[in-house]
């Protein structure tokens, strides 16, 4: 028998109650108020008195408080949601979570008006990761399968659409867990443990790596903005020493990321389940506060980019409004290259008390521009890039001679060229940044 079908099951015999008295029946009751699902049994109780039991036992409650529901004098319970009673049970660590998350003083409406469009905005960004991931991995193909492609400026591109892929495919896959754990929340209030949240050890350390790997995007954004500003402002280029960025895109995020694991490990709390609510701790901002820095200098570097563009057309003579074009196109390049579309997130988000069209706003328009930073970059520095078309457009030439070529010699000596040929126009477009071109190259 169900914790439910015991419930109803009581009688007025059970209970003390006479044969003819006026009572409320027993009365199953279930809330799943922000996913806080709680069930509770009211027994049968006289007309005209109050029921009162514990606080459910259940994470996040506090059982020592008690409820009370009135039994009105024609036998009927009193119509109360349950949602509003049960907030008197919420502890204070939840309290201050939900205050974090919703606002200081949401009404149970805003609050489900809140869930249903983070809920919307949830398949958005499984949908964004999901095609950025995809075109991310067909651009490392390519930029691995063309060795004209290799020079320094596609590797620390093969750099950032690794770390790019990596954390997309860790936020599907944690999107689509969060998605089953909250499904599995039935009219029981029971949770699957099979799912990553609800597994003590392995959700932290996916929020570690999914934490870390989004690190990683903003330390090759700071090594792409590096590489350029160098390149371009040096007056003598020297060899890129890619020790050194791998350092600063790989290792470097394991030092912040080290100290606020143990600082959150050790201050959360056992009622914080996987961390929960880590991204409201003051001790976030160790990540935080330093990925911000990253990418206020590579604002930086852009700033100063766009000047030295600016520059170097000025000296050539072309038109004025030529010289405007080409500065803001070159800008709006190396935006999302260097990040710095997330200084855009920095501002708090509004919270549930905020009128619902600020909430759609805010939740579709952060969605996009998160999810579909990876195939913005793959679409803008690979699939749009002059020297992959050619590079594609050139294999694509030989293996179609190929055909019709009797013997294959000829075919190979044609791809050969090729690849020859795409490898010195690598070359080139590197000196154009130190030779005092007039019109450098930005990607």
């Not at 390519?142 to 860790?170: A, M, V």
């Not at 701790?281 to 563009?309: D, M």
């Not at 600016?310 to 935006?335: F, G």
Request: one cysteine or more; hydrophobic letters at 40%.
């Amino acid at each position: 028998m169900t914790s439910k079908e015991t419930c109803l099951d009581q009688t007025w015999s059970n209970n003390n109650l006479t044969t003819n008295a006026t009572f409320c029946p027993a009365y199953w009751m279930v809330s799943d108020i922000v996913m806080l699902c709680v069930e509770m049994c009211w027994p049968p109780t006289p007309a005209n008195s109050s029921a009162s039991i514990l606080c459910p036992v259940a994470k996040w409650w506090q059982e020592r408080k008690s409820l009370q529901m009135y039994c009105q004098p024609n036998g009927e319970w009193a119509n109360v949601s349950a949602d509003v009673m049960v907030v008197n049970c919420i502890d204070d660590y939840t309290i201050f979570l939900i205050r974090q998350e919703y606002g200081s003083s949401p009404t149970i409406d805003q609050i489900n008006l809140y869930m249903s469009i983070i809920e919307d905005t949830k398949i958005l960004q499984i949908v964004g990761y999901s095609i950025s991931f995809t075109s991310l991995i067909i651009a490392l193909i390519i930029f691995y399968s063309f060795g004209s492609l290799h020079c320094p400026r596609t590797q620390i591109h093969r750099q950032l659409f690794i770390s790019y892929s990596i954390w997309n495919l860790l936020e599907i896959i944690f999107s689509i867990d969060l998605a089953k754990d909250a499904k599995d929340f039935n009219s029981a209030c029971t949770r699957s443990q099979r799912t990553i949240r609800s597994t003590p050890i392995l959700c932290e350390t996916s929020v570690f790596l999914m934490e870390y790997t989004r690190f990683c995007v903003f330390s090759w954004n700071f090594v792409e903005g590096y590489y350029l500003h160098r390149l371009i402002t040096a007056a003598v280029f020297r060899k890129p020493n890619f020790k050194l960025y791998y350092i600063i895109g790989w290792v470097f995020a394991l030092l912040p990321m080290t100290a606020w694991a143990i600082v959150t490990h050790y201050t959360s709390g056992d009622e914080a389940e996987c961390w929960l609510g880590y991204k409201f701790s003051p001790y976030y901002w160790i990540l935080e506060g330093t990925r911000n820095t990253l990418l206020f200098v590579n604002l930086i570097f852009l700033i100063n980019i766009v000047r030295v563009l600016i520059t170097k057309m000025r000296e050539s003579n072309t038109a004025d409004t030529m010289q405007v074009k080409k500065a803001v196109k070159a800008a709006m390049v190396l935006v999302p290259l260097l990040g710095v579309v997330n200084l855009l997130f920095i501002p708090n988000k509004p919270d549930a008390t905020a009128p619902s069209w600020v909430i759609y706003l805010y939740g579709y328009s952060t969605s996009i521009l998160v999810t579909f930073q990876g195939f913005v970059c793959a679409l803008i520095f690979c699939f749009f890039n002059g020297e992959v078309q050619q590079a594609i457009k050139r294999k694509w030439t030989g293996w179609r001679d190929s055909r019709t070529l009797s013997t294959r010699r000829g075919a190979s000596n044609h791809t050969q060229t090729s690849e020859i040929r795409m490898n010195s126009l690598c070359e080139k477009n590197i000196g154009k940044y130190h030779n005092g071109a007039n019109t450098p190259t930005a990607v």
